[in-house]
């Protein structure tokens, strides 16, 4: 079993649409995880951390549930230049490294 | 701007040839720089930790003696790839952690290499 695992899509959905993404994972001893984007081609780049609480940066919402070893990424109001791979990461529960999921890809279109 | 770049950004070369990937942090220090790889579809896949002054801690499956790394000043980090391979074929990028916030990292453009 991976220690992150994501649905691959490809989700294709319209401009304006809300889509949300989500992501389990297996360690019980990680403590920090993140979104990242990834482009084609390019290296990925931090989106936004996820906390417990929930946390909201403009159109994108992360959550995480400790209990469920879930986390979800939400996009509201989709553009089309949030077409994108989306990485769900976590840290490796005390080894200083991160584990990445394979990504969810994300499409937007007109 | 970016804080760590990556030369080449891509290479071409023939079976059995060695390629050097150098990864620099810029305008800060990294003590510990990662080392990924990443084949088409699939996620990133962490090869090592390069620590500077001292010897690379080697991920399991991942052969160090093929995987070279040489982390020889706070700045630059680089990985050989000896006697290369068309299975070698891959986008390698590397990261640097910022400020010892080992989970926030920066990563390199990432370097394609094409094995032929």
């Known amino acids: 079993r991976k220690e992150v695992e994501q649905d691959p899509g490809p989700f294709n959905v319209p401009e304006g649409a809300t889509v949300a993404f989500n992501c389990t994972y297996s360690n019980s001893a990680s403590q920090s995880f993140f979104w990242y984007r990834q482009d084609c081609r390019k290296e990925p780049k931090l989106l936004m951390s996820?906390?417990?609480s929930g946390n909201e940066d403009g159109r994108f919402t992360a959550q995480l549930n400790r209990a469920s070893q879930y986390i979800s990424l939400l996009i509201r109001d989709s553009k089309l230049s949030d077409s994108a791979t989306y990485l769900c990461?976590?840290?490796?529960?005390?080894?200083?490294?991160?584990?990445f999921g394979a990504g969810t890809r994300l499409a937007v279109h007109p | 701007g970016a804080v760590v770049s990556q030369h080449p950004s891509w290479v071409i070369c023939k079976s059995g040839t060695s390629v050097k990937i150098e990864c620099r942090s810029l305008?800060?220090?990294?003590?510990?720089m990662f080392w990924y790889r990443q084949f088409p579809k699939q996620s990133l896949m962490l090869m090592a930790t390069?620590?500077?002054?001292?010897?690379?801690?080697?991920e399991q499956g991942v052969e160090k003696d093929k995987f070279l790394i040489n982390h020889a000043s706070l700045t630059l980090s680089t990985l050989t790839v000896t006697s290369a391979h068309p299975e070698d074929s891959s986008f390698y990028i590397c990261?640097?952690?910022?400020?010892?916030?080992?989970?926030?990292?920066?990563f390199g453009p990432g370097t394609r290499l094409t094995v032929t």
């Open positions: 305008d800060f220090q990294a003590t510990t």
């Open positions: 390069s620590n500077e002054g001292s010897k690379a801690t080697y």
């Open positions: 996820v906390y417990s």
């Open positions: 990461v976590g840290d490796s529960g005390g080894y200083n490294k991160l584990i």
């Open positions: 990261s640097a952690p910022v400020r010892d916030r080992v989970y926030e990292q920066y």
